[in-house]
């Protein structure tokens, strides 16, 4: 199924180039139509095909899905409005949330990242033990230096 068309890039170039309150306001349909509704969607379905895998994950997509507001309260970057959208889907509470699959999508980019975002104490400590058993030495300078370069490669994805 396709869920975003051309009018989804368009806005998110538009809005980079005119980052204020009256454009956005004058282009609110535009943002319901192409960025709010398909990813609802998107989100909605993913989630359904997530609990295929694992039938505990019970969110509604709308506690998936971030504002397209920015907090710029303590920010010098004073543009109102973020030009990706971004999703997390993820079980549990979201104080102490368990696996987290998030999508970020925007004109220029789009980003696919999975783990854990900020677990407390007790569930670092176990996440930090499970990776002993798969990667011999972790934090040892060689290990890091082997994950930072299989991180820095860069992949094309085709769509």
Not at 128 to 156: C, D, H, N, W
Request: proline share 4%.
């Amino acid at each position: 199924m396709k869920y975003f068309e051309k009018g989804f890039i368009q806005f998110f170039t538009d809005l980079e180039n005119n980052n204020n309150k009256e454009w956005f306001h004058s282009n609110k349909k535009k943002y319901e139509t192409f960025v709010k509704k398909p990813m609802f969607q998107f989100v909605s379905d993913t989630i359904s095909e997530l609990q295929k895998l694992d039938n505990e994950i019970v969110i509604e997509p709308k506690k998936c899905i971030g504002r397209i507001n920015r907090d710029i309260r303590f920010s010098k970057d004073k543009t109102p409005y973020k030009i990706r959208s971004f999703a997390q889907i993820y079980k549990g509470e979201k104080s102490d949330p368990t696996p987290v699959v998030a999508f970020q999508m925007g004109a220029k980019d789009i980003g696919i990242m999975s783990g854990f975002y900020n677990p407390q104490i007790e569930r670092l400590k176990e996440i930090r033990e499970s990776l002993k058993s798969f990667i011999p030495q972790v934090g040892s300078k060689s290990t890091i230096m082997k994950l930072k370069e299989s991180a820095s490669k860069e992949y094309q994805l085709s769509i």
